[in-house]
């Protein structure tokens, strides 16, 4: 019980009274080339909390879902699926024709906070999922219908900006080693194309927040104490008197 109690005080005071611990953020933009092989994985890390970042694409009449090139420019990620070749905006992350999706799998589990839209064309919409799985850094995760449904959290960030923006994603704080990002995936006048300059991780497994329940627990602990102290100063002052 002490020992639990003193791991709350701890963290309590090192992090001065904020229970997550510094953001980090990490940085997409590169150089790379328009178009290439489908199913790539680019992997990057900040300080000890690694992702690996790969393409996908649904087609929105079929259904069918394949694997795509995921390119690293100067506005950030950008899928280029089948369905395109290496043509102005064809490497952006998009809802026309087929619906692309951005999967990111880290080395531990995250809160995830915001992504950077650093290129933006007529639109920025977009659908994110959040979730858990074993080790999918090592174990790298093939999308589909029933692989989003299982992530158990979706939501949807939209926009009438027309210009590069930060998307808040994760309003609820939840944990998770996965991340999907897509265009929005319901839009039935698609024209959403976007990259994925930054995204920016507020809290990581290493300093996961204390469940409700540790933190009641903490309250009574200190209680606890508190009282324990008085008793043995009230004993100490009665043998005193004696």
Request: glycine share 10%; no cysteine; proline share 2%.
């Amino acid at each position: 019980m002490l020992k639990k109690i003193g791991w709350l005080l701890s963290v309590i005071v090192l992090s001065g009274g904020n229970l997550y611990a510094s953001s980090i953020t990490f940085d997409f933009s590169g150089s790379t080339a328009l178009d290439g092989t489908d199913g790539n994985i680019r992997t990057f890390t900040v300080g000890a909390v690694s992702v690996k970042t790969s393409a996908f694409s649904r087609d929105k009449s079929t259904g069918v879902w394949s694997e795509a090139f995921l390119g690293s420019f100067l506005g950030g990620l950008g899928v280029t699926d089948n369905s395109e070749g290496a043509g102005t905006n064809d490497h952006t992350v998009d809802n026309i024709g087929r619906d692309n999706y951005v999967l990111f799998e880290f080395s531990e589990k995250v809160v995830v906070g915001s992504a950077f839209l650093g290129v933006v064309v007529d639109d920025s919409d977009l659908t994110a999922w959040i979730g858990t799985k074993t080790d999918p850094f090592t174990n790298h995760q093939t999308l589909s219908d029933a692989f989003l449904a299982s992530l158990g959290f979706t939501e949807s960030n939209l926009t009438a900006d027309t210009i590069p923006r930060t998307a808040d994603l994760n309003a609820g704080n939840l944990l998770g080693n996965v991340l999907i990002i897509a265009a929005y995936t319901e839009d039935t006048t698609p024209e959403d194309q976007f990259e994925i300059q930054t995204l920016t991780i507020n809290d990581t497994q290493g300093a996961e927040v204390p469940e409700p329940a540790s933190l009641a627990l903490l309250g009574v602990g200190l209680a606890g104490v508190a009282g324990l102290r008085r008793r043995r100063r009230a004993k100490f002052t009665s043998s005193k008197n004696r």
